[in-house]
T-cell receptor
Framework: GESVGLHLPTLSVQEGDNSIINCAYS??????FIWYKQESGKGPQFIIDIRSNMDKRQGQRVTVLLNKTVKHLSLQIAATQPGDSAVYFC?????????????FGGGTRVLVKP | EADIYQTPRYLVIGTGKKITLECSQT?????MYWYQQDPGMELHLIHYSYGVNSTEKGDLSSESTVSRIRTEHFPLTLESARPSHTSQYLC???????????FGPGTRLTVL
């Protein structure tokens, strides 16, 4: 079936360095992608999203890159801070799908070392 | 920050009990969702709703049921809880004009 997956289950990064979290998707019909951050004991928090008609989108300290050719999505966090320690999930969803169902990949845990 | 609330945040109950997990949002969102998530794992959609009196089953089979009598309220009920229902349950909502789903804090359920 269609799936969304992450390459690295755990990413350790030094405070101040940049982080890159990768995600592969398999549904070529997906045209909406989103990254969530989930801290311990909390619900997922929206970080940034991107539509398939774009290949890059920037937010505050975060950038999402979309490569439709290889079905790859990445999240870049600039100058990683201790508050960035969390589990990050990517998700995909066809815009026109009933109920806008999102398919989530397995999370990547980011650990920021002081 | 989205205004979506879930109660209780934590619940420990015995097998066979009936429980209802509450989810409310004050944003007037017409679409609401329930996900089940084991620790550190991906989210699985178990129910969703387009609006009042609309409910649909999600991708993951669940013994729970939902109702949508009011726009702001989307409760999930387990008639007879079992240890296999132990998990975190996340509620989300979105407006029809956007694809972004906003999540509540979750209810962590433990069935003994």
């Amino acid at each position: 079936g269609e799936s969304v997956g992450l390459h690295l289950p755990t990413l350790s990064v030094q405070e101040g360095d940049n982080s890159i979290i990768n995600c592969a998707y398999s549904n070529s019909a997906s045209d909406y992608f989103i990254w969530y951050k989930q801290e311990s004991g909390k619900g997922p928090q929206f970080i940034i999203d991107i539509r398939s008609n774009m290949d890059k989108r920037q937010g505050q300290r975060v950038t999402v890159l979309l490569n439709k050719t290889v079905k790859h999505l990445s999240l870049q966090i600039a100058a990683t801070q201790p508050g960035d320690s969390a589990v990050y999930f990517c998700a995909e969803g066809p815009i026109k799908a009933a109920g806008n169902k999102l398919t989530f990949g397995g999370g990547t845990r980011v650990l920021v070392k002081p | 920050e989205a205004d979506i609330y879930q109660t209780p945040r934590y619940l420990v109950i015995g097998t066979g009990k009936k429980i209802t997990l509450e989810c409310s949002q004050t944003m007037g969102h017409d679409k609401m969702y329930w996900y089940q998530q084991d620790p550190g794992m991906e989210l699985h959609l178990i129910h969703y709703s387009y609006g009042v009196n609309s409910t649909e089953k999600g991708d993951l089979s669940s013994e729970s049921t939902v109702s949508r009598i009011r726009t702001e309220h989307f409760p999930l009920t387990l008639e007879s809880a079992r240890p296999s229902h132990t998990s975190q349950y996340l509620c989300a909502s979105r407006t029809g004009g956007t694809d972004t789903q906003y999540f509540g804090p979750g209810t962590r359920l433990t069935v003994l």
